[in-house]
């Protein structure tokens, strides 16, 4: 959904002296006339309106973002007012649908604000892709002359490469005006490879204003002040290159604040103590239903670092398969029951027993029917399975979802990988971190799927001996 | 709450004279709260700080006293170790009271110099961040200072560069090293001793030698800071350097606003008008707006460039009444730049023996 068309429809309107319609494409006429306007008669969207008198007042043209109330939904729209002949001329283009469930910093925003905390660096560009701004110890670490490359091309500073469809992905952003990651590219004149990230810049009339990009070095090797003694041994290469003790600090200071945003944001949008304006209540439930978002993200970047370490391990229980898949879809059935998703869980009487580490399983579980019932139309149902064999039990989680291309079907569990980035949803490490667990455990984590078939997934652990 | 009271340090139980002196501690502490939520309470909204500046002020005070206290610090351990004082230097880097909250504490931050400097500083950024981008009609079109990065005058290209170059580092994160308190040579100088002062009351046993090292690590900070490598003041000679003429300024300002450069804009209406940058700077914040208007109609900006700066300006800035703004362009379009260059003409004298006249005036009666 952010990502910005060029092409979409660009409805144009004009208004007389007195603020009243004179003519209007049809976007533009039919909402205005679901507001209750029409031809002749004052504009009927108050947001458009207030635009063009003022335009009309201070003589200049002017844009807004605009979200206006269209029936149940809202729609985001781009508005350019300009004085005409007398009158305003409107133009309005955008027409993105806002669902209201969607927490006010949308999907995209979230994934750019994670890039760029996890960035080795980052750099910005106006429209023409000339940088704007670069971190300034960027250039003295990375072997390159910061200040020379401000004002300059982007591709000044990097020499940009092919992805393997043989395009650019940058330049493919560029085109539809959207984020783009994994530009590879090498810091000219240094041998180094980068790989970029940015999301665009647009003005409130829509159009293109430059990208805000991050940069990840590829090769680990930073230059380190020359060694003197002995090879010191090599400390697990932590995450992001964040030192070891960040995410246990990032757990402790957020998750605490965290918890009680969400409780209290709860609590104020069940309106425990007592009645509340309905768009405060509703606000208050963004605020919760963006602290979670915020709270798995934590999460993710936790796990990420514990199973990165080299001396990643999981103990070895002995766990009932069943039981985990079971208390999994237990912990879910309020989601599913709020997106009207059933779930079809193990019977009580089934059993499986297998080797491997009770919270560890019961997260890749909980993953996985999460998933299932975030990708399930309402009314649709998510099955789950018992299978084994001589070796491993497996479990089977089903959705009636649009299913995944095959040629999707490894990149979902790369880190950081989604299919769709328009998709609302997690941060893209859910998957990646399900299968180096499943793995971790002697087990594995696979999908099988074709587009309109729904999503199969299957988990597998050893049985226990 | 438990039953049975237990001290949280040593974890015994609290004896009941303990307890009832701290609930005479906790009656003082009360009313003095009650107090401070009164004051507060009366406080002219529009004279409060909002609390995002306030957030952005206490953010910027803290990295500037530990970007201060680092270097001293830093400085002085070396020298102190270099005289093998083992003791002072443990003492010195032991971690205790911060010295930004003794600085606090002491009121000395209450210095109306510095404080305005800083709140000016924080309205700026929180201006430029909030302002309207504008994107080119020619997508192949480079932002204004950009454009004159590739000027073939290298003077115009090289000031050009350093705003650039002085906005990144400005942007750089204090954990970096580049990071520098960017601050008028002379609160740099006062933050710098107070700094210095305060490092040295932590350490138990100070001596002559501890005095030594810090004023030597305070003395090399001070002369290794330039004030002209602050943004403002690189935007200031970038000014100076193009020079810009009467016909060009109106689309000079409208585009610095679009391309969200607000020191950019403060340091070309400074030059124009031939006033000091922070003389600009409190023209351009200030939400009533009505000496900015008479001073872009000193400059013969014409009603369209008027109406465009406010409109950005108010977009950005909620304090500001855009509505009243439309309301009243007209009347500013009206003023006769000689008139208006007549009313602004106070500003433009010496900057101390204007200060003299308003702190005459606030001293009361004559």
Redesign the interface.
Known sequence: MNVLDPSLPLAIGRLDGEGRLLDAEARLFELNMRAGGMIGAPLAVPQIATLAR?SQ????A???NVIAADGEDDLELWVRAEPDQGGVRLEVSGWRLRPGWRTPASEPERDGDFFRSAADWLWET???L?I??????AGARYGFD??AM???PLTRLFRLEQDEAGELPILTAVAAQGRFDGQKAELRGTGRMVRLAATP?????G????FVGAAHMLDQAVPAAPKVDAPVPAAAVPFGGFPDSFSQRLDRALRGPLGKIIANADSISAQTEGPLKPDYAEYASDIANAGRHLLGLVDDLVDLQAIERDDFDTASEEIDLADVARRAAGLLAVRAAQAEVRIDRPAMDESIPVQGEFRRALQVLVNLIGNAVRYSPPGAMVWIRLERDEARGHVIVADQGKGIAHADQDKIFEKFGRVDPAEPGGSGLGLYIARRLARAMGGDLVVDSAPGQGARFVFSLPIKQ | MSDNPVGMRDGLAVSARELLARAAAAELRAYKGLMVAVEDFFLPEEARLDEHSRAGLAALLRSLVETVEGEIREHAVRLLTGHGESVLVGALIEPGTSVLTRLWNSGLLRDGDLMEELIARVRQEMLGAAL?????DD?????L??RF??HPDRVVAAS??AV??A???R??SPD???YQTELPAELHHRLVWWTAAALRERVEGANETLDQALCDAAQRSLSAYDEGDRLEAAAMRFAAAIDAQPRELAGMFVESL??RRIVLFIALLGHALGVPYALARDLVLDPAGERLWLALRALEIG??GV??I??ALS?ADPRRD?EKF?DT?DTIAAILPVEARAALAPLKLDPDYRAALIALQRGGAK
């Open positions: 003022l007042r201070l003589g200049i002017i844009s807004r106006d429209a023409s000339r704007t701004f670069l971190s300034i110890e910061s200040s401000l004002g300059q810049r647009t003005d409130p009339g159009r293109f204003a430059g | 309207p981008m504008s994107a080119p997508p192949e079109r480079p932002s200072i950009n990065v590739q050009a560069m650039l170059i906005e990144s580092r942007r750089t970096t090293g580049q679009g391309d009603r369209e109406a465009q406010g409109y977009e855009l439309a362009l």
